[in-house]
């Protein structure tokens, strides 16, 4: 199953993200951003790889529905509610992260 995780800069949160789950034997994954200054930015292509799309604020997931509408009907997109409070690999964020996507997979 491909995963991609979201958030606004591709800095901390999605990263930390990809970083948990990049050594999954169940999962691919992969993160992006939503906003020009992203480090990866979010794109169609990305968004037909993935399986699941992750976002980490419910403005995320709006940018995403506005920017790719013809491309993400088909693609569930989760929020997670996740706010941009933490540094990569935070302690709270990891456990945080882990804890919200856990009854999706």
């Known amino acids: 199953m ?51 799309i992750f976002v980490m604020e419910k403005k995320h997931k709006e940018r995403i529905s506005q920017r790719f509408a013809t491309v993400v009907d088909e693609k569930e997109l989760i929020v997670l509610d996740i706010p941009d409070e933490y540094q990569f690999m935070d302690e709270e964020l990891v456990d945080l992260i882990k804890l919200s996507i856990s009854p999706y997979l």
């Open 2 to 52: 491909n995963l991609l995780f979201v958030c606004s800069r591709n800095q901390w949160r999605s990263p930390t993200a990809e970083e948990i789950f990049k050594n999954s034997q169940e999962h691919q994954v992969k993160s992006a951003g939503t906003e020009p200054s992203a480090r990866i930015k979010i794109t169609e292509k990305l968004i037909n790889w993935a399986d699941i």
